[in-house]
């Protein structure tokens, strides 16, 4: 798997500051992964059941042993069959959307980022015949929409209408999903985790405990990790509303020290806990993400 | 070192402002959001360094720059090595002290005493005393005030003189140049601001940087002050007998408006009249203050004319305050009168002296006696007798010895007329005719005859020097009184080295010519004073020209009747100063001569400073001539022992300081003091002020204004570099 050709249509719909000019979620979702799916050589997701659902055209990626041989030979067109039930597990998309996201320096605010993210996901995950699930959270579940295969809209019209809530926390929501899954499946958290490590840890190990598949997609914006402020900058806590004047020589030093401790703190443990945790800069463009996401979803119809 | 303006370093407090705002956090308006503190909550320096000064290059650049401001304009001084072992403490002060006489009236004498007393007693002062009238007197030169002698002011009185503030004022530039440069020089000015003493024409102020400060010792309110301003002579000449008409000008004056006891009371107040001590004629008049000054005319009377007379107007009041402007004393002499000898052609009688006597006889003030006489036949006391000689038309007729003497007259200050007609005019053409005559009675020598009386051509006049006291009465412009004045003939005169001509006719020759000779001087006049050559005893400026004439010739300066403390008296007198005995009116009798050359001899040991503004003595005096200043009130008689009737000269107080007008402070101030800073002048004073030098402290000036627009410059850079610093910082966040 290549990275995309610079330049091509896929890598600049996949560039956060051409994606920040669509407003339409789906239209989004849709040209992202499309534009995604078609430069990748195959598909190497497969799903079939007994209950014939439609024909539909052939597509790049599509496997060739799908091809209906029969209708090619009395229409002269590749179609492959679709069946009921297709789908072979269930994705719950994790949003987090605590005040600390609606923050950003970068073309895309890391809610909004986030918010493309998960639609791009969902619209990833239905175009797989996933069954897909959305959770708004902050330091309470603000809206779950439990997993299902015909969910797309109603997530993507979430995705769409969300504000930024307030203080956030982790554990007490990420609980509660846990709690609230009945199938084993793929839950993708999107957060800037800004609570201790071991907090973080507490909060996503009981939905690794229930057997899912957890891909944690850390949001850091560029001047998150760098902190590029003097000290003639006083800087506000946007949860807490908390003041602090930058003071100090190598403030920026120590902060970003710090910052590095707690990343390599978090993907330490969950290397652990087999986790699978990916810091995303949110200058970078979708793809990183999108093929880890691919890659979990691999992994996880792997280890059924 | 010290500063001229040290005020200015007050503004070396904005350092402050400086360091204040580097050690200030310069915040964002609006705090930076951000998604957590929660690292930065942990980080361990914060808080260090809190007060810490951002910037020292700028800061230290912004602060130079500053106070090299401000010791630029306190305009340091920094005393040159070896200039003097006395360390610079307090400051330097030169008192001027009134002692006009008015500062004897009401009280005014004893504040000014008791101001200056003050002054001497401040610790650590240089001080300088200096007491003025119409002249200046240094009576402390620079001393340390704890110096002063004790009795210094113990002596001191007021004195009989006027005020003359621009004579205090340069004393004072004296005694400021001569001062040390390291400390700051005060003029303290102690008098009554008396309006008569400043003259506003007088622009000598004080140096730049001399601080003056201004005590008026007048305590209102204060009665009223009544005086004898001056008298006026007027002359009836009746036959033989003179009758004299004195008008005497009288003055009421009041300190300040609503003063007065009784502002609005007529005072009553008797003038008399004294001749000789004796009283002539008593007026009681009423001086109302809404004329405050009025004339009083006395009765006319007959004075003897055989010598000169004592003259007062005395005033007695109740509500008068001071006694010595009351009396005005006055001289009464004969009328003076003029000799002038015309002297004609032998053989006939000529019609030039017909016009010529008419108008000289008109003239009353100098009186003319007028002789005659025949050229060829001129006696050596008649012309010794003349002021002025008019020879009509007859230059040529001169005999040898009646030439010598009349040359020598002229050398001695007489003066002589000469009119050229047709006899002069003959000769003229000859080359020999002048022959006989001495070198300075010849006329200029014509190259040429101009005009003829066949001729009849008509010629105006062009050009009069009218600055000539001979053309006084035309100082105005002579185009009104000369207009239609023709000249029929004129003979050529082409002046010699040494004449001057005082008028040109229109064709460019001259028509009078004057030749100094000795004392005395030669006018030529190139026609003749009848009407046949020009018509100009048919026209109205004839009269006042001959009047100028004849006054210039002979030299004459009236003598006034009295003169005003200060002033300086012509002695013109028949006999040789050494004949002469003078009574001062103190009653001290000392020869005149020995009390001229006292006079010298103290004149010449004055300090430098009180250079008075007359001479006290004519160093340049001849045998019989001398200047001599008069210096106390009353009669001064000068009498000799060779039979001279004895010479009067009256003195009297300055009327100027009986008026009580006071000037505008402020208007006084600014007008005595320099605007702008500069260096104090350098003036010469005895060498003493060549010890000063101002160079330095220029250099100085300049060095830190130099030193300033570079730190200035340094500033603007590093400021520069810094907001381009925080610009790029700017751009990067966005």
Not at chain 1, 64 to 93: A, H, M, P
Not at chain 2, 134 to 144: F, G, H, K, M
Not at chain 2, 662 to 686: C, H, I, K, N, Q
């Amino acid at each position: 798997m290549s990275a995309p050709v610079r330049g091509s249509a896929s890598a600049r719909f996949l560039d956060p500051a051409v994606l920040g000019r669509i407003s339409n979620l789906e239209l989004l979702a849709k040209t992202v992964v499309e534009g995604f799916i078609s430069g990748l050589h195959r598909s190497p997701f497969v799903g079939r059941s007994m209950d014939f659902a439609e024909y539909r055209a052939y597509m790049p990626g599509d496997d060739i042993r799908q091809i209906d041989w029969k209708l090619y030979s009395r229409s002269d067109r590749y179609y492959v069959k679709e069946f009921e039930g297709d789908t072979n597990t269930q994705v719950t998309l994790a949003l987090d959307i605590s005040r600390s996201m609606d923050f950003g320096t970068a073309p895309l605010s890391k809610l909004d980022y986030g918010r493309t993210l998960a639609s791009c996901l969902a619209y990833l995950a239905s175009r797989q015949r996933d069954r897909v699930g959305l959770m708004l959270f902050d330091d309470e579940v603000r809206e779950q929409i439990p997993p299902a295969a015909k969910h797309l809209q109603r997530a993507l019209l979430s995705l769409s209408r969300l504000e930024p809530g307030g203080a956030g926390d982790l554990e007490k929501p990420l609980v509660r999903l846990a709690d609230t899954s009945r199938r084993r499946g793929i839950v993708v958290v999107i957060s800037d985790f800004y609570e201790p490590p071991e907090q973080v840890v507490r909060a996503v190990r009981g939905l690794k405990v229930r057997g899912n598949d957890v891909l944690l997609f850390h949001l850091l914006d560029p001047a998150e990790i760098e902190l590029p402020y003097d000290e003639t900058t006083d800087l506000e806590d946007l949860e807490s509303g908390v003041r602090i004047a930058l003071s100090g020589g190598d403030f920026a030093r120590q902060y970003r020290l710090l910052v590095q401790q707690h990343i390599e703190t978090l993907r330490t443990r969950f290397i652990e806990l087999g986790i699978d945790y990916t810091l995303i800069d949110t200058s970078e463009p979708l793809d990183r993400a999108l093929h880890r996401y691919l890659a979990g979803r691999l992994w996880s119809m792997k280890s059924r | 070192m010290s500063f001229l303006a040290p005020l200015f370093l007050f503004g070396a407090l904005a350092l402050a402002a400086p360091v204040l705002l580097h050690l200030r956090r310069r915040r964002a308006k609006t705090p930076q959001p951000f998604p957590s503190l929660m690292f930065l909550e942990n980080v361990p320096v914060r808080s260090v360094k809190r007060r810490r000064l951002r910037d020292v290059a700028l800061l230290v650049a912004r602060c130079a720059a500053l106070l090299l401001l401000a010791l630029t304009f306190a305009q340091p001084i920094v005393p040159s090595l070896g200039a003097g072992s006395e360390v610079a403490a307090g400051e330097q002060v030169v008192l001027l002290l009134d002692r006009s006489f008015s500062m004897s009236h009401g009280g005014r004498w004893e504040r000014a005493l008791a101001a200056v007393s003050e002054r001497l007693a401040v610790a650590g002062d240089r001080v300088s005393l200096v007491g003025f009238g119409r002249q200046a007197e240094v009576l402390l030169p620079w001393t340390v005030s704890e110096q002063a002698p004790a009795s210094l002011l113990s002596g001191l009185r007021p004195g009989v003189d006027g005020t003359d503030y621009g004579a205090a004022v340069r004393a004072a530039r004296r005694l400021v140049n001569q001062a040390d440069t390291d400390r700051p020089v005060r003029v303290v000015l102690v008098t009554d601001v008396q309006a008569g003493g400043w003259d506003r024409s007088d622009r000598n102020p004080l140096p730049a940087g001399v601080e003056l400060e201004l005590l008026d010792v007048r305590q209102e309110p204060e009665p009223a002050n009544l005086a004898v301003l001056g008298v006026r002579l007027e002359r009836q000449q009746t036959g033989d007998r003179e009758r004299v008409v004195v008008t005497a000008r009288v003055g009421r004056f009041s300190p300040g408006p609503g003063t007065d006891d009784e502002p609005g009371a007529a005072i009553p107040a008797r003038l008399e009249l004294q001749v000789d001590e004796r009283e002539v004629e008593t007026l009681d008049v009423s001086i109302d203050p809404a004329e405050p000054v009025f004339e009083v005319e006395f009765q006319p009377f007959t004075v003897a004319s055989d010598r000169e007379h004592r003259g007062a107007v005395a005033l007695s009041a109740v509500a008068d305050s001071i006694g010595v402007d009351d009396v005005h004393r006055f001289v009464m002499a004969p009328g003076d009168a003029l000799s002038v000898l015309l002297v004609e052609p032998p053989g006939r009688r000529s019609q030039e002296a017909f016009y010529l006597r008419r108008a000289l006889q008109t003239l009353s003030d100098p009186r003319i006696r007028l002789e005659s006489a025949v050229a060829g036949s001129l006696q050596e006391t008649i012309l010794e007798r003349a002021d002025v000689t008019i020879v009509l038309d007859a230059i040529a007729d001169l005999q040898g010895g009646e030439s010598e003497a009349l040359l020598a007259r002229i050398g001695a200050g007489a003066g002589l007329l000469v009119s050229v007609g047709p006899r002069t005019a003959s000769a003229l053409a000859s080359a020999d005719a002048f022959a006989a005559l001495p070198e300075g009675l010849r006329p200029p020598a014509a190259s040429e005859r101009r005009g003829g009386s066949d001729e009849r051509q008509v010629r105006r006049l062009a050009s009069l020097s009218t600055e000539h006291p001979s053309f006084r009465a035309f100082s105005d412009g002579f185009r009104d009184a000369f207009t239609g004045v023709a000249f029929f003939r004129a003979e050529a005169l082409e002046p010699r080295a040494g004449d001057r001509v005082l008028a040109y006719l229109d064709d460019g020759a001259p028509l009078l010519v004057e030749r100094p000779v000795g004392r005395g001087r030669i006018h030529w006049y190139a026609t003749s004073l009848d009407a046949s050559w020009s018509d100009l005893p048919l026209h109205n400026a004839y009269v006042p020209w001959l009047d100028g004439e004849v006054r210039t010739l002979a030299g004459y300066r009236p003598r006034p009747p009295s003169y005003r403390i200060g002033e300086v008296a012509e002695l013109a007198l028949p006999l040789p100063l050494d004949a002469w005995t003078l009574e001062a009116p103190s009653g001290d009798r000392s020869p005149l001569g020995e009390f001229l050359d006292q006079r010298r001899a103290a004149a010449a040991t004055l300090p430098a400073a009180a250079t008075p503004t007359a001479p006290d003595a004519d160093p340049l005096a001849s045998a019989d001539q001398a200047l001599m200043r008069l210096d106390q009130p009353g009669f001064w008689e000068l009498s000799t022992d060779a039979g001279e009737a004895p010479r009067l000269l009256a003195t009297n107080v300055d009327a100027a300081e009986s008026d009580f007008g006071r000037l505008d402070a402020d208007e006084f101030a600014a007008g005595l003091v320099t605007v702008g800073e500069g260096p104090r002048e350098a003036e010469s004073a005895g060498g003493v002020a060549g010890e000063r030098s101002d160079a330095p402290r220029g250099r100085l000036w300049w060095a830190l204004a130099v030193a300033t627009l570079a730190a200035l410059c340094v500033e603007g850079v590093l400021a520069s570099v810094r907001q381009r610093r925080d610009a790029s910082s700017g751009a990067a966040l966005s």
